[in-house]
């Protein structure tokens, strides 16, 4: 069975890094993107990063460009998010998503495009 398991969040103060880690069995990731998304108390989700099956193709959301990095190790199974210079607002739960290729890459910070999901890591910045 395909599941996805999200981890390294936690409690960070601002301007602080944290990374997380987007582990999946049941299958392996090498023909799946993989989105990032995160879920505000009282707001909608929103996608805040993507990478496609090789890493060649990523994507962010303007509200986290320069400072948060996607990433991939195939060989682990595994995709990463690693964030820098975090901010209050960037407080959510964030949740990691797959889509088997092909995906229009445009499109892969729209959560309706994903199939399957983690249960998501509690990120909270706040000093």
């Known amino acids: 069975q395909l599941q996805l398991v999200e981890s390294g969040g936690g409690l960070v103060q601002p301007g602080g890094s944290l990374r997380l880690s987007c582990a999946a069995s049941?299958?392996?990731?090498?023909?799946?993107?993989i989105g990032w998304f995160r879920q505000a108390p009282g707001k909608e989700r929103e996608g805040v990063s993507c990478i496609s099956s090789g890493g060649g193709s990523t994507k962010y959301a303007d509200s986290v460009k320069g400072r948060f990095t996607i990433s991939r190790d195939n060989a682990k199974n595994t995709v990463y998010l690693q964030m820098n210079s975090l901010k209050p607002e960037d407080t959510a739960v964030y949740y990691c998503a797959a889509r088997r290729e092909p995906i229009l890459f445009r499109h892969c910070l729209y959560a309706d495009k994903y199939d399957d999901w983690g249960q998501g890591a509690q990120v909270t910045v706040s000093s």
């Open positions: 049941g299958f392996t990731l090498d023909y799946y993107a």
